[in-house]
């Protein structure tokens, strides 16, 4: 079975490499053709239906009054006297990254899922070509699913969504069940794909780009890495490793402070990369043999060319980093970070909805 598992991911590699080879030889229509393809195809992966947000706000009975006045059409709702329509061609993929050093062949092996520490929802947007990411912190409360050893379901409760990746073997299914969580998390939104990245890729992928550049948020003093606040620093190796991914879990709030500090290196390397890919679209090529064995997608081939087109002519910036709103809530040794319903919903409203005129 691993045997399997291990060809499986090598024959993706080769498989992506073999084709980006074909689409450089054979052009612009090419890769017309095979996006076009991917578009369709990830259409098709999402839920066949928009989500129904139950209202949460104080607009609530506003709101239901509304309803009863206007006969809603699917993906259409009412938010603060406004009608809102959710914008279909919208495509959202969670992005996991794995508390774990290895391959994920290495993962599989061990029979042990790690835990999902870096959580996130890539957010691309047509109709304004904008990409936006949602931090969602690691310690959120909400409702995941537990398993025995042997896969059993045992039962579901309120525990850190951080969790619920390691109710898996690592692999494939327990990406499906973060996913799953995610997207209970954000109102049931439409998901089209998933990427997880175990954190021991980070070093190599970032230092493949030459590193990047920023202002430290924080004293950083690990392992051999020293960085002061204030300070510009070029990250490279494990600098950049540690930067991103240490946390003190003696100070309270430590895993919001990580994650502002996530905001901003993911800034600076899709800042460098969108940049050094216009100039070299091999660069690709690379950064794809750099993460496959320690990656698992539900993306194709064909899919990610689509998604490469798009977003290298999307704008997007520190502005486009979003946080999922709450508080942090110590709980004996543990952090709990309790997400506001409110903010949330209306977080979900301003990015996936849009508002429909009177007449409309």
């Not at 006297?81 to 993929?93: L, R």
């Not at 931090?135 to 579901?156: C, H």
């Not at 089209?192 to 990047?212: K, P, Q």
Request: glycine share 8%.
């Amino acid at each position: 079975m691993k045997e399997k598992k291990k060809s499986k991911v090598l024959k993706g590699v080769c498989v992506f490499i073999v084709c980006i080879a074909i689409l450089a030889v054979m052009g612009i229509a090419t890769f017309a053709i095979v996006s076009n393809i991917g578009k369709q195809n990830l259409k098709q992966k999402a839920t066949s239906t928009a989500p129904v947000l139950t209202n949460v706000t104080v607009n609530q009975i506003e709101n239901e009054e509304k309803e009863e006045e206007d006969v809603l059409k699917e993906g259409q709702i009412y938010y603060n006297g406004q009608k809102y329509q959710y914008n279909e061609d919208i495509m959202t993929f969670v992005i996991m990254g794995i508390d774990y050093m290895g391959t994920v062949e290495e993962l599989l092996a061990e029979s042990m899922g790690g835990q999902s520490d870096m959580n996130f929802l890539a957010v691309l947007n047509p109709h304004e070509k904008s990409l936006k990411l949602i931090m969602i912190n690691r310690n959120s409360m909400t409702q995941i699913q537990r398993f025995a050893t042997d896969g059993t379901y045992v039962d579901t409760v309120d525990a850190q969504i951080t969790l619920q990746h390691a109710y898996g073997t690592g692999g494939t299914d327990s990406c499906e069940k973060m996913v799953a969580a995610i997207d209970n998390l954000m109102y049931m939104i439409l998901i089209h794909g998933y990427f997880a990245m175990n954190m021991g890729a980070i070093t190599t992928l970032n230092d493949a780009i030459g590193g990047v550049e920023l202002v430290a948020m924080e004293d950083i003093k690990h392992y051999g890495t020293d960085i002061k606040r204030g300070e510009t620093v070029h990250l490279l190796g494990e600098d950049a490793f540690w930067y991103a991914k240490f946390r003190n879990q003696h100070i309270p709030g430590s895993a919001n402070a990580r994650l502002e500090r996530q905001k901003q290196y993911l800034n600076a390397f899709l800042q460098k990369m969108k940049r050094m890919v216009k100039e070299d679209m091999a660069l690709l090529v690379d950064l794809y043999k750099i993460v496959a064995e320690y990656s698992v997608t539900d993306v194709s081939v064909d899919e990610m060319t689509y998604l490469v087109s798009q977003m290298i002519g999307y704008s997007f910036d520190l502005g486009s980093i979003y946080s999922v709103p709450g508080e942090t809530v110590v709980n004996g040794e543990y952090e709990e970070y309790y997400v506001d319903e409110e903010a949330l919903y209306e977080m979900i409203v301003d990015i996936f909805y849009e508002p429909i005129m009177e007449g409309e």
